[in-house]
């Protein structure tokens, strides 16, 4: 802004508070070729028909716009959870794109929902207990957030997001609250089952989207994060998915499992995989891996290797390991000395 009057330039920085219209611009003393140059410099950037400081973050400069663009709305959906750190997934490639911001307003004689590219906006109720401030912006609360995605979702989708949020933020009697709250809004059947079927153990987007695949293919619910007695202690490893009556282990592998930046990091995460495979396949139990692929294009045939793998666990004769959950509260979760 080096070439803007003293009086302009003290004008801006006091009022980029917030984004800017263009009109607003010209009133504080900026002509177009000024607002052109700011632009290409990095001094200004626009969004949804505003301009804010060029030295705010994009992503959030984008929101803010959002927000100025449709007043008296608040940042929701996918943006709240990406704002709060809650875990989404979608393969839904009709969905917005990952920039899209959402928001929800209040519903108004000329409000009507939008869903564009580059942002979606839902008319709905919000109560102040629904939103809070943060970094500055109206975000829907975590809890509102989890509600107004598990309408939205499929629910697989749903369960990922439920799953993350009772484990990282939130107590399953706020997600209760607020579907009464919105008890006849549409989805609110598809968030109820998402809720009631939220698990904090599942650790990751597979595992959560795995749970749904069980239960869907009749498969009897298995224990989480079991850990196994080696005859002195509780080994360190815990596993994704445990079935004690068809003595069946079958574990999740993400795509980052093995990422490590050099090649002999993901030899050392490739060794210890075999290792901790080894030391399960001791105890006398079927182990079944899995991975994206055939959670999400293949389910089916993973029903039937799961299938099998409990048919092959029911007729082996040794010893049945002795084994616990981690989660302190779990009613089954066994004592130390219940290893003898």
Known sequence: ??????????????????????????????????????????????????????????????????????PRSVVSHHTAAELNGLRVWSDNSADPPTGTVWLTCTPGRSRRNQKRSDV???????????????????????ARTTVDLARELPLPAAIVTVDHALASAVRREDLELVLRQQRRW???????????????????????????????????APVLQAQFWDGRWWAEERVDFWWPEFRTVVEADGLAKFDAPTVKLRRRALRRAFERDQRLA??????????????VLRPDQLAERLTAAFARGTRRTGTAPVWRTTDPDDPLRRPLDAAG
């Open 1 to 70: 802004m080096e070439r803007l009057g003293d009086d302009v330039r003290d004008a801006l920085r006091a009022v980029f508070g917030g984004p800017l219209r263009h009109g607003e611009l010209r009133r504080l003393g900026l002509g177009d070729h000024d607002v052109q140059r700011l632009l290409r410099n990095g001094g200004l950037q626009r969004a949804h028909g505003h301009y804010l400081d060029g030295a705010i973050e994009k992503r959030l400069a984008t929101i803010q716009c959002a927000l100025a663009a449709h």
């Open 120 to 142: 979606v906006l839902r008319r709905a109720g919000l109560s102040p207990a629904d939103f809070r401030s943060l970094g500055g912006l109206p975000v829907t609360s975590n």
């Open 186 to 220: 549409p989805g609110i059947r598809r968030a109820q089952r998402a809720v009631e079927f939220g698990d904090p153990r599942s650790e990751s987007a597979l595992e959560s989207i795995a749970r749904v695949l069980f239960d869907q293919a009749g498969l009897p």
């Open 282 to 295: 001791d105890r006398d139990l079927e182990l079944v891996h899995f991975g994206w692929e055939d959670a």
